[in-house]
Each structure stands twice: as structure tokens, then as C-alpha cells.
């Protein structure tokens, strides 16, 4: 006999944000669990599957089988035809689990145990420490390393360059000769000792987002499972940099503030936060060619009048 999929007893929103991870943005993976998950048949047959989406039974059998490897739904033959039958928890929050699959901040910001709000961690610790936060948002503008980009114009910059090669083009600016490298589970990208403000070094953690990412930046696209803004705060650092080559979503600042919010009343010390979204990204890389002119075409930087 198959098993139920989900587990109730278990944090709901667990199963919830699982389901909508694994449709994603695909529509007809989208058609398939919303065929299975409709109506009182508990079991739905794959032609059945196709002529309610209509689907070739070849794309439902594609798209059944990836919801069957996530374990959204098990799968069994009746009258010996390939049926899948329908999770009881995710039928009831399908169309929920459908608008978090198209929505990828929203799924983002949606509270599980792996990712909990910042909000409640926030909450829990006003209340035991009761310590006011110090907390300061800061541009490139702020930073006497980067004093250069100052008054710089935008400019172009003909294409983003690689992580890899914005990480060094940063080191160069800063001096900064120690070894950093990606293995998916670190809290950084670049970890420096070496960041001037206020006439002071500080400790910083950047995060940073290269050409492999497209579109607006959520929360939800840094990290393989969107998490990599919490585990940049987890850095032994008092200054946070997001950067990225394009527009930053609103959410990605209410998140970073909350974030170091949280650090700082933890800490009581003051926390520094900011984004170097692409139009201060390509004033840097015009500000310092030398330091990025092996890695991209940089045009002829001007001062704003």
C-alpha cells in the first residue's frame, strides 16, 4: 500500500514550501499536480491526467514523474494503468502552494524551520536582552575604500563579469590577499578585515551575485534553498554587503535590516548593512579599472558634473 507524502504532524509550511519548490515555474508541472489534486478520486489515471490539462500523456508522464521523485505524490496501476494519487494536506493547500510556485519571494519569506522569520528571531531576543539596536544602512558612498566611486557616473559596463572575477576586482580594491572558495554551504563570499569606514577598518562579509543570475534579485535566488542572506549574518563580521549586477527587490533591504537588527542587539554592538545594487556595481568597476580590467570592458569613466 503507498503512503501518504506529507506528514501534518510535521511544520505544515515545511510541506507547503516543499510542494511549491518542486513546481517551480514550470506551467504544465503546474497543470499535473492540480489535475492530481482535484476532485474526490483519490488515485487520477494518466489519461485521465491528460484530458483534464490537455497534455500529451508523454508531458504528464514527464511532469508526474518529477512530482513523484520530490515526493509531492506516490504513484500506483489501477486496472493497470499508471495512476497517481492525491496527498490529502497538499489537496487542501493547493491553490496556496500554487501562487508560492509562481512567487518566489513570497516563498522566500515564508516561514519554515530550516528558515524561520527574522521578525520572530527579532521578537525573542528584544525581549530577553532588551538592548536598543545600533544599527547604520550604508551605500558605497559611505565607504572610504571605495572613496573613488564618489560623484562617479553609472556609465556601461558591456556585461556582467563572473562572481569569481567581481570577488577579485573587490580584493584588489581592498588589498586583500587571503583565499576564498565557493562550496555552497559558506556564509560568504569574501570575508575582509581590510573595509574602511569612518576612518576605521571593519570586518565585512559580502554576498555576491554574478551573471548566472538573471532578473531581479529576491531573497529566494541567493542560496540553493534561499537562505544565503541568514548565512551571511552568521559571519563574525559588523559590515553586510549584498551585491549584484542588476535590480535588488525591496524585500532583499527589509530582510538584510531586520537581519542585522537581530545581530546587533545580539552582539550590542553596531551592525553596518547595505547593497551595491548594478548601477553603484558598474560606478565601482568605472571608479577602479585597473582593478577590473581584466575582467570586463569598462567605459571611459567620467566625473558627474
Not at 485521465?48 to 518529477?66: C, D, H, M, P, Q
Not at 573587490?170 to 569606514?197: C, M, N, P, Q, Y
Request: proline share 3%; charged share 30%; aromatic share 6%.
Amino acid at each position: 500500500m503507498p503512503i501518504e507524502t506529507t506528514d501534518v504532524r510535521s511544520n505544515p509550511n515545511e510541506q507547503i514550501a516543499h510542494a511549491a519548490k518542486s513546481i517551480g515555474k514550470s506551467m504544465d508541472r503546474a497543470k499535473v499536480f492540480l489535475a492530481i489534486h482535484t476532485g474526490k478520486k483519490v488515485y487520477k489515471t494518466v489519461a485521465e491526467i491528460a484530458s483534464v490539462t490537455g497534455l500529451s500523456r508523454k508531458r504528464v508522464l514527464e511532469e508526474a514523474v518529477k512530482l513523484y521523485n520530490d515526493d509531492i505524490v506516490t504513484r500506483d496501476k489501477i486496472d493497470g494503468e499508471l495512476a497517481y494519487k492525491k496527498d490529502k494536506f497538499l489537496a487542501q493547500n493547493k491553490n496556496r502552494i500554487l501562487r508560492l510556485a509562481k512567487n518566489p519571494a513570497e516563498l522566500a519569506s515564508l516561514p519554515t524551520k530550516a528558515t524561520p522569520r527574522a521578525t520572530t528571531v527579532i521578537h525573542h531576543i528584544v525581549r530577553a536582552v532588551k538592548k536598543s539596536p545600533n544599527v547604520k544602512h550604508i551605500t558605497i558612498d559611505d565607504v572610504e575604500s571605495f572613496s573613488k566611486s564618489r560623484g562617479m557616473s553609472a556609465g556601461t559596463v558591456s556585461i556582467p563579469v563572473e562572481e569569481k572575477s567581481f570577488k577579485d576586482g573587490l580584493k584588489a580594491i581592498l588589498g586583500e590577499e587571503g583565499e576564498f572558495h565557493d562550496w555552497g554551504g559558506e556564509s560568504d563570499d569574501l570575508f575582509t578585515t581590510r573595509l574602511v569606514i569612518g576612518g576605521s577598518r571593519k570586518a565585512a562579509a559580502f554576498g555576491l551575485k554574478g551573471r548566472g543570475t538573471r532578473g531581479i534579485l529576491y531573497a529566494s535566488k541567493m542560496g540553493k534553498r534561499g537562505d544565503q542572506i541568514q548565512r551571511l549574518f552568521g559571519a563574525p563580521a559588523e559590515v553586510f554587503v549584498v551585491q549584484y549586477w542588476g535590480q535588488v527587490d525591496e524585500r532583499v533591504y527589509e530582510l538584510m535590516e531586520k537581519l542585522a537588527t537581530s545581530k546587533s542587539i545580539e552582539q550590542g554592538k553596531r551592525v553596518y548593512w547595505g547593497v551595491i545594487d548594478g548601477g553603484d556595481t558598474r560606478r565601482l568597476v568605472n571608479a577602479y579599472p585597473d582593478c577590473f580590467a581584466k575582467n570586463s570592458k569598462v567605459q571611459t569613466p567620467r566625473r558627474d558634473e
